[in-house]
């Protein structure tokens, strides 16, 4: 049998990106995990993670062959120990939503400069996309209702609905415990989630990132691919909470809201999972 390693990939090698036709065959373990890291914009169109135990660098796990990784330490510069690397091929812990397992990571070589920018959030996709002028939101919790951007005065920003989008490979978790109870999350499985894709300017990414406690490092923002009446949009903006907890019962307005925006908008069989959920996790009724 032959011998499978696992990599741990956060720039051009991440789905959709540049190099990641070199993980074609691979089979992909993990796309939403992290590693601690410090992440670097080199201003060659590919970043640079440097060692650190404070930060966390996002991305994506694949198992691999010898021969794929042989292919990866030729993109990364990598010739072995000892020689004059572009990158140093590293094994390091990494965090998935329900374990943690061993990785390779390139890291750049400690001989290189480091006087590069800093990528917020540690997710090189936030760097490139967060800067386009329009954007797809996909909003899986109480986003889909729209009573408090009312309240805020930006429904104007929330007006144009792209439709009903379907995130598959995710499960809705209330991972998030509040001083009140759970907030919703999104978790890796073999299952899928429904939601309200909008189309969002720039400007809308203030109030949410208030809204989600971004700049607090509760919720952080990611890119994953989102399906619309069959077809797939790539690279759709969606909040995933950055330090998850075991489930917590969501207080009444939270869950409300929720179960509001989705009424008569997701698929009624998604609607009654909804529903479903909150009954058997937390005796919930609706």
Excluded at 31 to 53: E, H, K, M, V
Excluded at 231 to 243: E, G, P
Excluded at 244 to 250: D, G, L, S, T
Aim: some cysteine.
């Amino acid at each position: 049998m032959e011998k499978l390693n696992m990599i741990f990939v956060y720039g051009t090698l991440r789905q959709h990106e540049t190099n990641h036709y070199l993980l074609k065959n691979a089979k992909c373990v993990s796309r939403q995990c992290w590693t601690n890291g410090i992440l670097y914009d080199t201003g060659y169109g590919y970043p640079a993670l440097f060692t650190s135990n404070k930060n966390r660098v996002y991305g994506e796990v694949y198992e691999v062959t010898d021969k794929q990784l042989a292919s990866l330490d030729d993109l990364e510069g990598y010739e072995g120990k000892g020689r004059n690397n572009l990158y140093e091929r590293i094994t390091q812990v990494v965090h998935t939503d329900f374990h943690t397992i061993e990785a390779y990571v390139y890291v750049y070589s400690s001989s290189n400069d480091t006087n590069h920018e800093e990528i917020k959030f540690g997710d090189w996709k936030c760097h490139r996309y967060l800067q386009q002028n329009e954007l797809l939101y996909f909003a899986y919790g109480s986003c889909m209702d729209d009573e408090r951007f009312k309240l805020a005065g930006v429904n104007h920003e929330f007006e144009k609905v792209a439709g009903c989008g379907v995130a598959k490979n995710y499960s809705l978790a209330y991972t998030r415990k509040s001083h009140d109870g759970g907030r919703a999350d999104l978790i890796e499985s073999a299952e899928y989630v429904e939601g309200k894709v909008y189309h969002i300017s720039r400007e809308a990414l203030t109030y949410l990132f208030h809204r989600e406690g971004v700049m607090g490092q509760i919720y952080r923002p990611s890119f994953i691919d989102v399906m619309i009446d069959g077809k797939t949009y790539r690279n759709v903006l969606t909040f995933f909470v950055v330090d998850k907890a075991k489930e917590v019962a969501p207080p009444e307005h939270y869950w409300t809201e929720i179960l509001r925006g989705a009424k008569s908008f997701v698929s009624e069989s998604y609607y009654q999972k909804l529903v479903k959920h909150l009954l058997e996790k937390f005796g919930i009724a609706e």
